[in-house]
């Protein structure tokens, strides 16, 4: 487990790297392109390790029916929705910076590496692959608290080039937020039988959400943020003793 999650690291910041000295200015010619090819490094390393299955392959049996499982991958748009009426209703513009956004390719670029690429890239290792390794020892809450702080420190070099950092704060608010995804995250996982489709199309959509809201105004951003918090958490504390999975309807 250990040479696979150094693989994955391995790989992705091997990429990265040279956006981290680019930004300090050893080098600002670097094309920033290279940060799309950080989102291979998990992908990779699930499919150079060895598995019991197929790399978006389901595991099991859904506890979902085919509308939770719709109204779950649209939480991230509903948490949108909610943030923008929450700004707009404070008098921030809400459609022309995502019209003026919008009209630069720079950005649909942006937007696509770091959601298509991203979403799709990370979940067959974190979700896919070392996430039922983990649940094979401990709890899926246990699991998922050793999972997130891998996770959070694979995003590290993210931070000398590509987030905005303000000190020690940024650095816990981004590992509370990760901590929430990472146990909605184990949820769906479980839920739909260990469906790595299922919970890569989330991360695929959230992170289109937090790229668009990014556009409109920081406050946006940290609503969607907080909501995502209390789904997360809320989950971990009313499905964590049942395996963070849904109810069977025999149940």
Same mark, same amino acid.
């Given at each position: 487990?250990?040479?696979?999650?150094?693989?994955?690291?391995?790989?992705?910041?091997?990429?990265?790297?040279?956006?981290?000295?680019?930004?300090?200015?050893?080098?600002?010619?670097?094309?920033?392109?290279?940060?799309?090819?950080?989102?291979?490094?998990?992908?990779?390393?699930?499919?150079?390790?060895?598995?019991?299955?197929?790399?978006?392959?389901?595991?099991?049996?859904?506890?979902?029916?085919?509308?939770?499982?719709?109204?779950?991958?649209?939480?991230?748009?509903?948490?949108?929705?909610?943030?923008?009426?929450?700004?707009?209703?404070?008098?921030?513009?809400?459609?022309?910076?995502?019209?003026?956004?919008?009209?630069?390719?720079?950005?649909?670029?942006?937007?696509?590496?770091?959601?298509?690429?991203?979403?799709?890239?990370?979940?067959?290792?974190?979700?896919?692959?070392?996430?039922?390794?983990?649940?094979?020892?401990?709890?899926?809450?246990?699991?998922?608290?050793?999972?997130?702080?891998?996770?959070? @420190?694979?995003? =590290?070099?993210?931070?000398?080039?590509?987030?905005?950092?303000?000190? *020690?704060?940024? &650095?816990? /608010? $981004?590992? !509370?937020?990760?901590?929430?995804?990472?146990?909605?995250?184990?949820?769906?996982?479980?839920?739909?039988?260990?469906?790595?489709?299922?919970?890569?199309?989330?991360?695929?959509?959230?992170?289109?959400?937090?790229? @668009?809201?990014? =556009?409109?105004?920081?406050?946006?951003?940290?609503?969607?943020?907080? *909501?995502?918090? &209390?789904? /997360? $958490?809320? !989950?971990?504390?009313?499905?964590?003793?049942?395996?963070?999975?849904?109810?069977?309807?025999?149940?």
């Amino acid at each position: 487990m250990v040479r696979f999650i150094a693989l994955a690291f391995g790989i992705t910041w091997l990429f990265v790297m040279p956006l981290v000295f680019a930004k300090a200015g050893f080098d600002p010619a670097i094309p920033p392109w290279l940060h799309g090819l950080g989102a291979f490094g998990p992908i990779l390393a699930a499919y150079w390790s060895p598995r019991d299955h197929g790399i978006f392959e389901t595991r099991g049996r859904s506890g979902m029916t085919l509308s939770w499982i719709a109204v779950s991958l649209a939480t991230p748009v509903l948490f949108a929705l909610v943030s923008l009426a929450a700004v707009a209703m404070s008098r921030v513009p809400v459609v022309h910076p995502l019209l003026s956004a919008g009209s630069h390719a720079a950005w649909w670029l942006d937007l696509t590496v770091g959601s298509v690429l991203y979403g799709i890239g990370e979940e067959p290792e974190w979700r896919g692959w070392l996430l039922p390794r983990l649940q094979q020892r401990h709890t899926p809450v246990g699991a998922t608290l050793l999972l997130a702080p891998i996770w959070a @420190a694979w995003h =590290a070099p993210f931070f000398f080039y590509r987030f905005d950092f303000a000190g *020690l704060g940024t &650095v816990v /608010g $981004f590992f !509370v937020g990760l901590l929430a995804r990472a146990f909605w995250l184990t949820f769906l996982f479980n839920s739909t039988g260990g469906s790595v489709r299922v919970v890569a199309g989330w991360h695929v959509i959230w992170n289109v959400a937090n790229i @668009a809201l990014a =556009a409109v105004s920081p406050t946006a951003v940290a609503i969607l943020n907080a *909501l995502m918090m &209390v789904l /997360g $958490f809320g !989950v971990a504390v009313v499905f964590g003793r049942h395996g963070l999975r849904v109810w069977e309807r025999a149940n």
